[in-house]
């Protein structure tokens, strides 16, 4: 039996609004989702739902032959429009909090957590590892954020827009970083305007309701 | 197990004592109450002596609530709360961690700091050891019982006012005990160690109900 991500019947309200219901989806290991449509539609919603942070106004998400101590939303890497960095401590201090912080999700032979470094050499910030990240730039600094999906391994991956304010070197690059994580059995939700680099995505367009 | 505890007891300390870090602000306005006191009670040594030790812990108390409001909300500003509530780690053990990492970051500088300002204040030594043991033992309690606060207002823009007011109410009993103690230390007839025991558990109780409340509290912050 492969992982499996499955979410039943997911409505979600937002201060009193609905912003969508009975939404279903199901994802098979070394499968990615693009979830379109247009602005305030409730793709980060989405997203926030199936991380555990907004608890869902009804439904259910569950991980399939995950670890049954763990919920759904401490199997997944959560990266949002937030980079959870901290301006005064050094970039490497900030991704080494985290690979510590940050419980591994299932980790089988397929899984390997890069170390800090590997990590900030694979987005290319490597040296910039000893700079406090208040120097960082918009773009450094949403790598950063990144290479904590890469230290410690949890099989899901939640992306919102995950490619906003990366350079074209760094978007290619993260295009590899995600076909490696689906060729390791991983997943990846993914709220996005554009065409995730990727071979095989499947979509789930969001429209307003009528 | 510990090594995530360690790691976050570390960034906390280190966050605290950095550039833009809380640390170093109790302590001044600490400073700043402190020293004014003998200025506006005017130079009676037998007064200031009798106030030393409410004036020690009423410092002490607000220079603890000024920090507090952004206990979590600047992990909440920056995304990390996010990241922590789905890290897989028990809740309430993340806040005793923070807890304890904001007292060392912020109340031990208070504690360590009281003897040298009870100078000002006309202390004979043994009330400043007094008053310096029942601020150890109770400013941890002032810690714990405004994370729950702190908790409470993390979603709120300048919670800060909302934080002391609902926080002052609940640490009186901790001010209370506090003083007494450090008054019977001096005062022939009472007893130190009946108002110090009290001081000890009131620590111990909100070691437990702090975490809980600031964790349920947390739970529902998020949206």
Known sequence: MTMRLVAENLSCERGGR?????LALTLEAGRALAVTGPNGVGKS????????LVQPASGSIRIEDGDPELSAGEHCHYYGHLDALKPALSVLENLDFWTSFLAPGRTGARWQPMTPIEALEALGIDHAGDLPAAYLSAGQRRRLALA?????ARPVWLLD?????????????LGELMSDHLAAGGMIVAATHQTMPLAEVGTLRLEAPA | MSGWMGALFLRELRLSLRVGGGALIGVLFFLAVITVIPFGVGPDLNLLALIGPAV????ALLATLLGLDRLFQADRDDGSLDLMLMAGRPLEVLV????LAHWVGTGLPLVLSAPVLSIFLNLEPLAI??????????????TLIGAIGAALTVSLRRGGLLLAVLVVPFSIPVLIFGVSASGAAVTEPTPFLTPFLLLAALTL????????????????SSD
């Open chain 1, 18 to 22: 609905r912003v969508f219901s009975d």
């Open chain 1, 45 to 52: 919603s989405l997203l926030r739902v199936l991380a555990g």
């Open chain 2, 56 to 59: 020690l812990w009423i410092g």
């Open chain 2, 96 to 99: 005793l961690v923070k807890c």
């Open chain 2, 129 to 142: 050891g007094a008053v310096a043991l029942t601020l150890l033992v109770g400013t941890p309690a002032l």
């Open chain 1, 161 to 173: 827009e995950p490619t906003s304010a990366l350079d074209a070197a760094s978007e290619a690059r």
């Open chain 2, 205 to 220: 109780i909100s070691a437990v109900v702090g975490p809980v409340a600031a964790a349920m509290a947390l739970r529902f």
């Open chain 1, 148 to 152: 904590r999906l890469l230290v410690v």
